[in-house]
């Protein structure tokens, strides 16, 4: 039973298309995240939703929309992609918010962009 | 900004030996500092936690300190598995998570 599960594992597309990326969790957590990690491997926080409510959002190009339709899903669309954005991106969760409680992270979209 | 400093970038031990990580963060109002072990192409996961409430924590072969005045912290590997390898990071938390840069260590049999 995967804890936080991601669809797709994998996305190639072209420069300007505009793609989803889902995120389910089964651990009856409050709080999910997106981050991003870079070809150097560097992860950062983009946003933080909390049953439901944003409660971090990163300096992130506004191209960039989650969305949460209930406390277990946390869906990313992105617009008009650059190749700037060619990344691994996960989604985590965790009990509750701001940070303070251990994360649960997904396996993780692989995002390039030709 | 909160920035969260991770040393070294590379390490490399012998089977059996220790290993150990250090890093620094800049914003005093952190109070979670987690450590994740990230293996190629698979997602970080959560090995050891500390709160600020505490200065040591130990979990089998792996240890982690904190030092609140010097706000460093430090993960210790005792007997070092070539299982080891992987890529770790050090987070601090004063609300979010901010990630240090990531150590690949690599455990050679």
């Known amino acids: 039973d995967t804890a936080v599960s991601q669809t797709p594992k994998y996305l190639v597309t072209q420069m300007g298309n505009d793609k989803s990326i889902k995120c389910e969790q089964n651990?009856?957590?409050?709080?999910m995240y997106w981050y991003k990690q870079d070809s150097k491997k560097f992860l950062k926080i983009m946003f933080s939703?909390?049953?439901?409510?944003?409660?971090i959002n990163e300096t992130v190009p506004n191209r960039f929309s989650p969305k949460s339709p209930d406390k277990a899903h946390l869906n990313l669309h992105i617009n008009s992609l650059e190749l700037g954005d060619s990344a691994v991106y996960f989604c985590?969760?965790?009990?509750?918010?701001?940070?303070?409680?251990?994360?649960?992270f997904g396996d993780g979209t692989r995002l390039s962009i030709l | 900004g909160e920035n969260v400093e991770q040393h070294p970038s590379t390490l490399s031990v012998q089977e059996g030996d220790s290993a150990v990580i250090k890093c620094t963060y800049s914003?005093?109002?952190?109070?979670?500092f987690p450590w994740y072990k990230q293996e190629l192409g698979k997602r970080p996961q959560l090995i050891i936690d500390?709160?600020?409430?505490?200065g040591e924590k130990k979990d089998q072969r792996i240890a982690v300190t904190l030092n609140k005045t010097a706000k460093h912290f430090s993960l210790h590997i005792t007997e070092t598995q070539p299982e080891d390898s992987a890529v770790y990071f050090c987070?601090?938390?004063?609300?979010?998570?901010?990630f240090g840069q990531g150590t690949e260590l690599s455990v050679k049999p």
């Open positions: 985590a969760s965790s009990p509750s918010g701001f940070g303070s409680q251990p994360q649960h």
């Open positions: 651990l009856g957590h409050d709080t």
């Open positions: 939703y909390n049953n439901k409510e944003l409660i």
């Open positions: 914003d005093s109002a952190s109070n979670y």
């Open positions: 500390i709160r600020s409430n505490v």
């Open positions: 987070a601090a938390s004063a609300g979010k998570l901010i």
